[in-house]
């Protein structure tokens, strides 16, 4: 007699078969060919092994290392920055009595940005010549016009502007539907004890928020790679490398360059810094969920 | 008495300010896709203007030359809208259908290594589009899928399936047992029990799963850009490069094509918003 597959086996069959042929088997192509000197346009260099030489050449260079700084400050800034916006806007709303679900609507709205659309979006508006806060400032009475996008520092406020202005909204819904959840009997037992404001958001409300703040934060990591459509578009990287990101370098020696051996072994440390975010804020998801007794 | 009015003071400055933060948020949420939209309809000239004009006037002379055709300057914008609603509504039905499977098993069925398959499969969800686009656009040139609706409804599929997975999960654990168990003693099989039972009640998470699922592959670039070549599966945020070249953007073409681009997203998000947020929270911490 055939041995029957158990039944959750025969559920989860269809996710991991697309999950592998999508995913796993061309990473581990790519693992492959990280260890070769592969270049798009000469196919045989792909049975050439060199071993962890590309590995050893991007671990020495200065360039893939102010990418990979870069790319560890941007997104340190941007998240903590999103998460405390994001809080602010959240309780500001959730003190509105009127028209709270229109507003709640408007900040849905930037979640259906596409971030390529984003990324045009601002570069459009932080554009020296003609964009929106240029000719503002020049209506104001301000003679220079900024080069926001060519000026190094300049380019990495505006791109994480754009970056911010697109994921906050994440992070505020979630803590808003937080604080819509809140039992509201610890914050009257609170105030009747004398607690001033600040210590009862202190101690009661931001504990009971911290789920919804993980949920956001690990939602967040799932896809931090989004600002690569942002930079690429709003600067491609420049000016002369100063809004590098890993993810930009990374497609610029695959495709322009078509050292696709060498951007494969950059796209693993890519994605173990994806992989790193993603479980650390997933274990201080299931941390903070035991805490309030909602695991399972 | 003077405690009082200091007090109603105070408070007084308490609810200014938060009007006025109130504002200022909401206003930068909707200047930039605003400034996009009246952008659209005005004509190249007095975008272009310096100094800048600041009263609009009105034109559909993009929105002309962008459904005009390929032939006039302008952009397949016909074959784009149909790659992108072809490929973003086939790929987000078969992942709500395979995900919904996935989180029925992760939420009903124990077994071994379970919280060791869960995060398996949401870390395969976190690797970077551009690490993956490397290889999968070697592969699929291999295999003779670059540039068919069919590659990139597969890999959307994939994309999307380990956060459906995440979002049913969370909404089948709500569902107590014994509500199915109740229908298979009354004489409905398992696949019964869930179509007329089950799947009802957790309804509102399918749709969060799924709005988050059409959203993923309606704006998705990073990998589109490298799967497509030709009007023949080029999704919209993969032409909107097409208003760009070497040294100038057309930018009221490319707000035109933006506005075509939100709208169905917006009108779709509009529709379910309630579900959406429901849908995030439930699966994620109760989950």
Known sequence: MRRRLPEWFVLLLPAFV??????????LFSLYSSFTPYKLTRPSTLWTWIGERNYERILTDWKFWAAFGRTVLFLTIALNLELLFGLGIALMVNKVTRGQRTLRTV????????????????KFIFNDNVGL????????????????????????FSILFAEIWMSTSVFAILILAGLFAMPRDPLEAAKVDGCTPWQSFRHITLPFLMPFIYIAMTIRSLDVARAYDIVQIMTGGGPARRTELLWTLMSRTGYVDAKMGLANA?????????????????????AARAELGMGG | ????????????????LHFFGLFLVMSIICIPGLWIILNSFRPTVEIMAKPPVWRPSFTLEHYRAMF??????????????????????????????????????????RFKG????????MLFRAVPGVALSLPLFIVFAKVGIIDTHFGLILVYVA???????????????????????AAEIDGCTRWQAFWKVEFPVARSGVASAAIFAFLTSWNEFALASQLTRSVDSKTMPVGLLDFTAEFTINWGGMCALAVLMILPALILTFIVQKHLIAGLTFGGVKG
């Open chain 1, 18 to 27: 697309v999950v592998a042929a999508v995913v796993l088997i061309p990473l």
């Open chain 1, 266 to 286: 950059m796209g693993y440390v890519s994605i173990l810094l994806s992989i790193a975010f993603t479980i650390f804020f997933f274990r201080k998801l299931s």
């Open chain 2, 68 to 109: 005009g055709g390929a032939g006039q300057g302008g952009v397949p914008v016909f074959s784009y809208l149909w790659n992108s609603i072809v490929i973003s509504v086939t790929s987000t039905l078969i992942a709500v259908l395979i995900g919904m499977s996935g989180g029925y098993a992760f939420a009903r069925y």
């Open chain 2, 159 to 181: 994309m999307n399936v380990p956060f459906t997975i995440w979002l049913t999960d969370g909404f089948f654990r709500q569902i107590p047992k014994e509500l199915h168990e």
């Open chain 2, 1 to 16: 008495m003077d405690r009082n009015k200091t007090h109603r003071n105070r408070r007084r400055v308490l609810k200014g």
């Open chain 1, 133 to 156: 806060v240029n000719n503002v400032l020049q209506s104001l009475g301000s003679d220079a016009a900024l080069p926001w996008l060519v000026d190094g520092n300049l380019a990495m």
């Open chain 1, 107 to 122: 900040l849905m709205f930037p979640m259906m940005f596409s971030p390529i659309l984003v990324g045009f979006q601002f």
């Open chain 2, 114 to 121: 379970k919280s060791g398959y869960f995060v398996g499969l």
